[in-house]
């Protein structure tokens, strides 16, 4: 890689590309649609079309795809030559705009919640100019979104897009009554960290419960885990750094701003950290991070595991989802100003934050649930799956000032009023980070680490952006309409932090204090994913989605459903594999080695008769109890399953197998991992945790 500048972005249908390709007003109509959310002329999309298809060829592509997002949480794709026959029974290569505005996959494959039936099977792909076209595999990939017949939202770009428009149409409104007429858009920027293990794809190979289920369902705790903190930033082994080599580079050539790389706290666990670029953006390069992070670590003889918690008493991988506000001025709207009127604005911005996400905790709480995030959140690495904000000791003291309307006792003594009195300059680094908190201020952005590995980002984006949006809107409702604008705002803000300031907790989100301290202030406590989702379709959340065009009714009712069901699947591929273990290695296993020991204590009693086999019938007594207590706990588990056919509805569904299934799982394993310690290695089934986390050199 001697020239990363010419590699960067070489396989992207970039700006500088559509440039240099279009017709000078076709691009400057492009441009139009992808800057100022303008409708696209269908005029043009042909010439569009036309340059695409000739740089896709050149760069050795033969296909292209409608890349999509259903709501699998994964891309999707089907691939259509350029191919088309000629008269004299050859072909010529095209592709049209027609092709290129539209195409007509399968709905009735793709899950729905509810919103189609089986037989009704239309559904469309429209192509999103807002995210650049790009070659993977030989094809032209160009982004799109996904909807039905009946113009239901079927992906997670569709309402992604939806809260991009509302949070614009909002913050400048309020942007509006701070005099900044020029400003033509607001977006939302974010830089995804993503987290993963990479193992041994031999190791993994052997291991049917990571194959079907993505982590591990047994297994005991090696002699050395992550206590003694040597893995976290320390030194990239050979192996590693020839995958992270090779990683960069496929990123780069999708333009994909891989920045930072590092160990994580975890033996076998790294960190991938991009550049900030718009919401839309990055929440489709994080789709295609992960995707090539396990591209590039098969070629590497390895496995890259996104599970959020694939390991058992090890740290699991979130996804910190960092997620900022600005003009297309150049302002980032959550970053104090120099001056009392930028600082009023900063203020006005930072409360809508503070109310939106007070107000919505369960809305912040359950785009994050999953069967796999219920394992991390509130263990040692995540933060607790209580809402709270992380603001900074100065920051929060500042807003203690203006609510009491006393002066500020920091570095400078200033009189709190907004908009008359200068709110202090200060770093961006005041204060020190807390990795404890769910949703921490960290200068002039908020990380959200709530977020598991394997989440699309577009979910909590929506929820940021739609949330904020009505925030906002409510602020704009009260100052468009003020008599006096300073006095209001000043009369706004202190109101908000009044109100909301429960939601702010700068302590240590692990302690079990917090959890009674949160309950005081009454934060929502739901710590299982089937205790949040139904919150999704509260009447309440239902208008509020309505009101800013992110989400029908049916579609919201559709994805709660959905993600209750598909909370309920991952359970159950869980159980029956566990259960399958069990029957098929692991009894048979310690059956074995439970013969080989009976066998050893009679042979030495043969050769010996009075010799003292006391320890070896202990342990054969200690493996006997083991492999009884194994049958009783696996029935236990297997008669748990036919009770789910009882149940009718899909919130009581989850809830059971969260309840039962899943207890029955984990009390299964403890005899399981117990068993694992006593069984001689020769007889033991499966590679073992210290096998899979130190592998690879």
């Not at 991009?164 to 942007?175: D, P």
């Not at 295609?288 to 090890?314: D, I, N, Q, S, Y």
């Not at 917090?514 to 009454?522: H, I, P, S, T």
């Not at 208008?543 to 065009?549: C, M, Q």
Request: glycine share 6%; with cysteine; net charge negative.
């Amino acid at each position: 890689m001697n020239n990363i500048p010419s590699l960067f972005g070489s396989m992207v249908f970039s700006d500088t590309v559509m440039k240099e390709r279009l017709p000078e007003d076709t691009y400057a109509a492009l441009k139009r649609t992808m800057e100022a959310g303008k409708h696209l002329d269908p005029s043009i999309a042909d010439v569009v079309a036309a340059a695409m298809k000739d740089w896709a060829i050149e760069k050795g592509a033969t296909h292209f795809t409608h890349w999509f997002q259903p709501m699998t949480g994964v891309t999707a794709e089907k691939h259509d030559s350029f191919i088309s026959p000629d008269q004299d029974g050859g072909v010529i290569m095209e592709f049209s705009g027609k092709e290129l505005v539209k195409g007509e996959p399968d709905a009735s494959s793709f899950p729905s919640g509810g919103l189609r039936a089986t037989f009704e099977a239309r559904g469309y792909t429209a192509w999103d100019p807002t995210s650049y076209a790009f070659i993977k595999d030989d094809t032209l990939c160009i982004p799109t979104a996904f909807c039905s017949f009946s113009g239901e939202a079927l992906d997670k770009k569709t309402p992604l897009l939806r809260s991009m428009e509302a949070i614009n149409r909002e913050a400048r409104r309020v942007l509006r009554l701070f005099g900044h007429e020029n400003v033509k858009m607001v977006k939302t920027t974010v830089g995804a960290e993503q987290e993963y293990f990479l193992i041994d794809e031999k190791l993994y190979a052997k291991r049917k419960d990571m194959i079907y289920t993505g982590r591990t369902l047994v297994g005991a705790k090696p002699p050395k885990g992550q206590e003694l903190e040597d893995h976290y930033f320390g030194s990239i082994k050979p192996r590693v750094m020839a995958f992270m080599h090779d990683l960069d580079e496929e990123l780069w050539k999708l333009g994909v701003l891989a920045k930072t790389e590092h160990n994580e706290a975890a033996p076998a666990q790294h960190e991938l950290a991009p550049i900030y670029t718009t919401t839309n953006i990055a929440t489709d390069q994080n789709q295609l991070t992960m995707e090539m992070m396990k591209k590039v670590a098969a070629r590497h003889g390895m496995v890259c595991l996104l599970h959020e918690k694939p390991f058992k008493g090890v740290n699991g991988s979130g996804k910190h989802n960092n997620w900022s506000l600005s003009t297309d001025t150049g302002i980032n709207l959550l970053e104090p100003g120099h001056s009392p009127h930028d600082n009023a604005q900063f203020l006005l911005f930072l409360c809508a934050v503070i109310k939106a996400v007070d107000e919505h905790q369960d809305l912040l709480r359950l785009t994050v649930a999953s069967a796999g995030n219920d394992h991390r959140l509130g263990a040692a690495e995540a933060p607790p799956a209580i809402v709270s904000m992380f603001l900074g000791d100065e920051l929060t003291e500042i807003l203690r000032s203006i609510e009491e309307g006393s002066a500020y006792d920091g570095k400078e003594k200033v009189l709190m009023k907004v908009g008359v009195h200068t709110l202090p300059r200060f770093p961006k680094d005041t204060t020190d980070r807390n990795r404890t908190s769910p949703f921490a201020f960290t200068g002039n952005k908020f990380e959200f680490r709530m977020p598991g590995s394997t989440l699309s980002i577009a979910g909590p984006n929506i929820i940021l952006n739609t949330i904020v949006a009505d925030e906002l809107s409510q602020f704009a409702d009260a100052l468009e309409h003020a008599v006096d604008f300073n006095t209001t705002l000043q009369e706004l803000i202190v109101k908000t932090i009044k109100d909301h300031k429960r939601i702010i907790f700068n302590g240590n989100g692990y302690d079990d204090a917090w959890v009674e301290e949160a309950q005081k202030r009454g934060l929502l406590n739901l710590p299982g994913t089937p205790d949040c989702l139904p919150y999704f379709k509260s009447e309440e959340n239902v208008t509020l989605f309505e009101k800013h065009r992110v989400f029908t009714r049916s579609e919201v009712i559709s994805r709660t459903e959905l993600l209750l069901d598909n909370y309920a699947k991952v359970i159950r591929i869980e159980a029956l594999t566990l259960i399958g273990m069990i029957h098929k290695d692991i009894l048979p296993a310690a059956g074995s080695y439970a013969k080989e020991l009976a066998d050893t204590i009679n042979a030495i009693r043969a050769a010996a008769p009075t010799a003292d086999v006391a320890g070896e019938e202990a342990h054969l007594l200690t493996l006997t109890d083991h492999i009884t207590s194994l049958y009783k706990k696996l029935a236990v588990l297997e008669n748990s399953l036919p009770q789910t056919n009882s149940l009718e509805s899909v919130e009581a569904l989850a809830m059971y197998y969260k309840d039962h299934v899943l207890t029955a799982m984990e009390d299964l394993r403890t005899t399981v991992d117990a068993t694992e310690l006593i069984v001689d290695r020769r007889f033991w089934p499966y590679p073992t945790y210290g096998d899979l986390l130190f592998s690879v050199k």
